[in-house]
């Protein structure tokens, strides 16, 4: 390792420390009651989870669960003390 590469190597361990040292000067974001739910409201209007094919369209119901009539995840009554049998 030669004095040169030493230096760089100084250099950076040296900006990487004075970026973070600097980091905790940084001011905390406070929010009030008032201005966080004004953001709330913001993000709750731009973003929906709605999909075409419903909640479990994207994959398969958790094994030892099912979906009930109204479309909850219910666990599935069991007699063997809740083992489950997983099909291979």
């Known amino acids: 390792m030669g004095s040169g590469e030493s230096l760089k190597n100084s ?3 040296g900006l990487i420390f004075l ?5 905790c ?3 905390p974001l406070q929010l009030s009651g008032d201005t ?21 369209s994207w994959g398969k119901v958790p094994v030892g669960h ?11 009554p069991t007699g063997d003390d809740g083992l489950v049998a997983v099909p291979l």
């Open 36 to 56: 966080g739910r004004s953001l709330l409201g913001t993000i709750a209007n731009n973003t929906t989870n709605e999909t075409a094919g419903g909640l479990w």
């Open 11 to 13: 250099i950076i361990f």
């Open 19 to 23: 970026l973070l040292a600097l980091n």
């Open 25 to 27: 000067f940084a001011a």
């Open 66 to 76: 099912s979906i009930n009539a109204s479309g909850e995840l219910v666990t599935n």
